[in-house]
């Protein structure tokens, strides 16, 4: 019953800024989490950030911290991620999810994904 559509991916040299929306529709909790994951060609989906609808926890990954930031509009039930200084190594598809444990990095934990959306980062 959760909806996630993800948009505002594209092409940027390094060191530029890109920010990706998320959509959600359908019945949801104060107490889920809104993540965003991300898959380069061969490579496991990994864990980029989350933050919690109730309270605005949030939590990164060391390889985006200070760097990126996740944000939410409950009003719009839409969650952002603003990428700041873009590295080639950031290069992939991400994608929006929804857990029902309000804060987790781990994949099986996300019940709810979008289609995702690419972002490459060229040198």
């Known amino acids: 019953q959760v909806q996630l559509v993800e948009s505002g991916g594209g092409l940027v040299q390094a060191g530029g800024s890109l920010r990706l929306s998320c959509a959600a529709s359908g019945r949801t909790f104060s107490s889920y989490g809104m993540g965003w994951f991300r898959q380069a060609p061969g490579k496991e989906r990994k864990f980029v950030a989350v933050i919690r609808w109730s309270g605005g926890d949030t939590f990164y990954t060391d390889s985006v911290k200070g760097r990126f930031t996740i944000s939410r509009d409950n009003v719009k039930n839409t969650v952002y991620l603003q990428m700041n200084s873009l590295k080639p190594e950031d290069t992939a598809v991400y994608y929006c999810?929804?857990?029902?444990?309000?804060?987790?990095?781990?994949?099986?934990?996300?019940?709810?994904w979008g289609q995702g959306t690419q972002v490459t980062v060229s040198s």
């Open positions: 999810a929804a857990t029902p444990y309000g804060i987790s990095r781990y994949v099986s934990e996300y019940p709810y």
